[in-house]
């Protein structure tokens, strides 16, 4: 018997009451994980936990930027179990329209590496004692942006590509934790929505249809590094 056969375990979800984040956390519950989730809107990750209707579901609203914000919810994760998974999910896209470079306030651009670069590092410190006391990983989601120079998105995708090499790095440094940066791809979510104002993107997909990608890289737990979703799924085919 592991020491963690008779323990739930549980993970960490910033960014959970919509999208991406509400799709992984739903997808967790239903294996039987514990999830700490937090959102900055308050009504809408309280409509979410009504809706996913589980007393396995703790909700912190919050700002990630807040270093009491991560310290409850490090503690809270700490209350339930074993911590065994981080997602660093919750993003700033900017601006909408989002600005060229040159034109880019200082003062909105340190607002979306707040939220994308710095404050899911300041989790990691903070969680990752218990991860690499629990066998646990961190996944932090990044975005094609951070790899393809798409003009207009300066701000967001420089921030993700910060945000991949800070994987890459930790990666290095702490052998003991597997570091991945998860590339989702294009979703029909309120963020995607926002970089293209006024543009129908219901040709994107549902958030729910990429959370297998990310389920098969908690699964098989590969060396860390950078993936994306289709080529996950595609390894998962027969």
Same mark, same amino acid.
């Given at each position: 018997?592991?020491?963690?056969?008779?323990?739930?375990?549980?993970?960490?979800?910033?960014?959970?009451?919509? !999208?991406?984040g509400r799709a992984v956390t739903g997808a967790l519950l239903e294996r039987g994980w514990a999830v700490v989730g937090d959102a900055r809107r308050a009504s809408e990750l309280q409509a979410t936990a009504r809706e996913l209707n589980s007393t396995r579901l703790i909700t912190l609203a919050g700002d990630v930027t807040d270093a009491s914000h991560r310290a409850a919810l490090v503690a809270a994760?700490?209350?339930?179990?074993?911590?065994?998974?981080?997602?660093?999910?919750?993003?700033? *896209?900017?601006?909408?329209?989002?600005?060229?470079?040159? $034109?880019?306030?200082?003062?909105?651009?340190?607002?979306?590496?707040?939220?994308?670069?710095?404050?899911? *590092?300041?989790?990691?410190?903070?969680?990752?004692?218990?991860?690499? $006391?629990?066998?646990?990983?961190?996944?932090?989601?990044?975005? $094609?942006?951070?790899?393809?120079?798409?003009? !207009?998105? !300066?701000?967001?995708?420089? #921030?993700? #590509?910060?945000? $991949?090499?800070?994987? #890459?790095? *930790?990666?290095?440094?702490?052998?003991a934790v597997p570091v991945y940066a998860f590339d989702p791809g294009d979703m029909r979510t309120e963020m995607h929505q926002a970089a293209f104002p006024g543009t129908d993107i219901s040709d994107r997909v549902e958030p729910e249809s990429v959370v297998p990608a990310l389920l098969r890289l908690i699964d098989t737990r590969p060396g860390a590094g950078r993936y994306r979703a289709p080529d996950l799924l595609s390894a998962a085919l027969p």
């Open positions: 018997m592991t020491r963690f056969e008779n323990t739930r375990p549980v993970a960490i979800i910033t960014g959970a009451s919509r !999208g991406f994760a700490g209350d339930v179990g074993p911590l065994r998974l981080l997602v660093n999910n919750a993003s700033r *896209l900017g601006p909408s329209p989002q600005p060229a470079l040159c $034109d880019y306030p200082e003062s909105e651009l340190l607002r979306v590496y707040q939220t994308n670069v710095f404050a899911p *590092l300041a989790l990691i410190q903070a969680a990752l004692p218990a991860l690499i $006391d629990n066998v646990g990983m961190i996944i932090n989601v990044t975005s $094609d942006a951070a790899v393809e120079p798409y003009s !207009g998105w !300066g701000g967001y995708g420089s #921030a993700k #590509a910060a945000l $991949d090499q800070l994987s #890459a790095i *930790l990666a290095a440094e702490v052998s």
